[in-house]
């Protein structure tokens, strides 16, 4: 099977810069995906094809894909940025698509 | 805009069988090339898709559930729904109801979820 490797956690001052990683072997050959879940609500699409922000969602938030790890980098982290993020893939062969195993952000 | 909505039981006993109906609105399950999914998520877990039906009808299951899962699609209701079979513990999660999961698409409308308890 396929395996997405993300950091448990991941904790940032508010103001600064968030990156979270998303490790899966030759990742940059796939389209990656990010969802935020805030608590309690159901996740959120913030980027979508590596780098694609859908409409809605603040500029500060960005995406790269590359080699054998995706990245989410927030800029100018807010308190309102603090949830779980889920990378996400398909994976051809099985034909599924397959969720890291999240990152929780903390806003110091 | 597309928002989807769970309904159904959120108590189920071992052994029985956990149904759930999600009703499409701004959109239809059988237009388009969309595919409509179930994902569901343990209590402070992570997120496991289910299975998907596609716009054709033709559906597609997660390898770990296959045995015990049917997803099938009611167009003239704008509604698809999930049966798990034999249901355990292990079963309790929010299950959400989401478009997308086929081939590199990603899920881009979700509903808001309903916790399903599997419980005596």
């Known amino acids: 099977s396929y395996v997405l490797t993300q950091p448990p956690s991941v904790s940032v001052d508010p103001g600064k810069t968030a990156k979270i990683t998303c490790g899966g072997h030759?990742?940059?050959?796939?389209?990656v995906h990010w969802y935020q879940q805030r608590p309690g609500q159901a996740p959120v699409m913030v980027i979508h094809?590596?780098?694609d922000r859908p409409s809605g969602i603040p500029e500060r938030f960005s995406g790269s894909n590359s080699g054998d790890t995706a990245t989410l980098t927030i800029t100018r982290v807010e308190a309102g940025d603090e949830a779980d993020y889920y990378c996400?893939?398909?994976?051809?062969?099985?034909?599924?698509?397959?969720f890291g195993s999240g990152t929780k952000l903390t806003v110091l | 805009q597309v928002q989807l909505q769970e309904s159904g039981p959120g108590l189920v006993k071992p052994s029985e069988t956990l149904s759930l109906t999600c009703t499409v609105t701004?959109?239809?399950?059988?237009?388009?090339?969309?595919?409509w999914s179930w994902i569901r998520q343990p209590p402070g877990k992570g997120l496991e898709w289910i299975g998907y039906?596609?716009?054709?009808?033709?559906?597609n299951y997660n390898p770990s559930l296959k045995s015990r899962v049917t997803i099938s699609e009611d167009s003239s209701k704008k509604q698809f729904s999930l049966k798990v079979n034999s249901v355990t513990t292990a079963d309790t999660a929010v299950y959400y109801c989401?478009?997308?999961?086929?081939?590199?698409?990603?899920?881009?409308?979700w509903g808001q979820g309903t916790l399903v308890t599997v419980s005596s």
């Open positions: 030759s990742i940059g050959g796939k389209s």
């Open positions: 996400q893939v398909w994976v051809s062969g099985v034909d599924l698509p397959q």
């Open positions: 701004g959109g239809s399950v059988t237009s388009g090339t969309f595919y």
């Open positions: 989401v478009r997308g999961g086929g081939y590199a698409d990603p899920f881009d409308y």
């Open positions: 039906i596609d716009f054709t009808g033709r559906t």
């Open positions: 094809y590596d780098s």
